[in-house]
């Protein structure tokens, strides 16, 4: 069962443990897609929102957090499996599918998982997503 953000945010960062990330677009770091955080469980789409360049170290990020359905990562890593094994906890798919219509496949599953996404409810600082340093709790 889903965990709701607010009760996410009872547990300190540094005890949410992040069991995969699975990366739709990376550029000098995961900008967007879906993760599982283990403990306590719950499944995430999330996308970069803003950052901070460091030239002696990873980049300080923010992130949206959207609930995803509990089932959304394993979907996911179903229909990408046919771009390489997957790797834990983080996994960047080389977008080179066998031929464009396994691509549009992938696509269209994507675009209808997305829109099953809720909207953002959390503002998430991380450097790489593997390890969670601050939670907000976004006010609508």
């Not at 607010?6 to 900008?31: E, I, S, T």
């Not at 897609?33 to 789409?45: A, H």
């Not at 959207?66 to 499996?81: C, F, G, H, K, Y």
């Amino acid at each position: 069962m889903t965990v709701q953000a607010p009760h996410l945010l009872q547990f300190p960062p540094a005890a949410l443990k992040v069991g995969q990330v699975v990366v739709l677009d990376w550029h000098d770091g995961p900008r967007e897609g879906f993760l599982r955080i283990d403990n306590p469980l719950s499944c995430w789409r999330y996308r970069l929102y803003a950052e901070a360049r460091r030239e002696d170290d990873l980049d300080d990020r923010l992130y949206l957090f959207s609930l995803a359905p509990d089932d959304a990562l394993q979907r996911l890593i179903e229909v990408l499996t046919e771009l390489g094994p997957i790797k834990e906890p983080l996994w960047v798919p080389m977008w080179r599918f066998p031929n464009d219509e396994a691509q549009r496949t992938a696509d269209q599953a994507i675009t209808a998982l997305i829109t099953e996404v809720e909207e953002p409810v959390l503002l998430v600082r991380s450097a790489g997503l593997l390890q969670l340093q601050e939670l907000w709790l976004l006010v609508p």
